[in-house]
Nanobody, 124 residues
Framework: QVQLVESGGGLVQAGGSLRLSCAAS????????MGWFRQAPGKEREFVAR????????TYSDSVKGRFSISRDNTKNTVYLEMNNLRPGDTAVYYCAASNSGVVFTTPRGYDYWGPGTQATVSS
């Protein structure tokens, strides 16, 4: 099992940047692929980005590709989401999640553990 806690959310103006962090507990962080999802008010939870166990492979949704960057530091049990050129449409609660599967899942069903989320708000 792994415990996840996100941080780094906040309020920024359009065009600004935020770096989200997700701290994981335990000794098995490197055994999990990690994903970021987000959920805006009244909308379904949507996939944002995924990174493989070693960090060698990344996957992004079309809506954030070229603007967001996912990375991980397995020595610190932490995964990051660098968000650049933010838009009001990026406003959401951002969740990190851990997957035991080697399959590149882009749906919440593919992830086994979730953090409580952190709010990111982008103003016009």
């Amino acid at each position: 099992q792994v415990q996840l806690v996100e941080s780094g959310g906040g309020l920024v103006q359009a065009g600004g940047s935020l770096r989200l962090s997700c701290a994981a507990s335990g000794r098995t962080f490197g055994s999990y692929a990690m994903g970021w999802f987000r959920q805006a008010p009244g909308k379904e939870r949507e996939f944002v980005a995924r990174i493989s166990r070693s960090g060698g492979f990344t996957t992004y949704s079309d809506s954030v590709k070229g603007r967001f960057s996912i990375s991980r530091d397995n020595t610190k049990n932490t995964v990051y989401l660098e968000m650049n050129n933010l838009r009001p449409g990026d406003t959401a609660v951002y969740y990190c999640a851990a997957s035991n599967s080697g399959v590149v899942f882009t749906t919440p069903r593919g992830y086994d553990y979730w953090g409580p989320g952190t709010q990111a708000t982008v103003s016009s």
